[in-house]
């Protein structure tokens, strides 16, 4: 079961200590010439704008973090020969910090012979 975690940012980089995290963020038409650095979104036109309102449109894996450079690493799934061989860094109070998510509970496996 899916279970959307806290805003709080001690909270998150909590979770993150035990597996990565399922994310959601914002990705603009800029967002496919990103190739380093830490992304923050450059509005191309009024109408992209008034379209997502900087509302998530894009999920990822939220993988670590870095408090020197204050932004979360996430790994996209557009391949390596996008960004950072496949990875991003956002900035901390990027949106992404109310839309993540972790797995919680058991699964039960049963085999059969």
């Known amino acids: ?12 980089k909590a979770a993150l200590q035990l597996s990565p995290l399922i994310g959601a963020v914002y990705m603009g038409e800029d967002s496919f010439y990103y190739t380093g650095g830490v ?3 450059v509005w191309s036109s009024d109408e992209w704008l008034e379209e997502f309102q900087n ?7 939220v993988v670590g973090y870095n408090d020197t ?3 979360w690493i ?40």
Not at 3 to 11: G, I, P
Not at 55 to 61: A, E, V
């Open 1 to 12: 079961m899916w279970q959307r975690l806290d805003s709080d940012r001690t909270n998150l």
């Open 69 to 71: 450079g204050s932004y």
């Open 74 to 113: 996430l790994k996209n799934s557009w391949g390596t020969t996008w960004g950072e061989d496949g990875y991003f860094k956002v900035p901390y109070g990027n949106a992404i910090e109310d839309y993540m998510w972790t797995m919680s509970g058991t699964i039960a496996v049963s085999y059969t012979h």
């Open 39 to 41: 992304y923050e979104p």
């Open 55 to 61: 509302q998530p449109n894009h999920c990822i894996t």
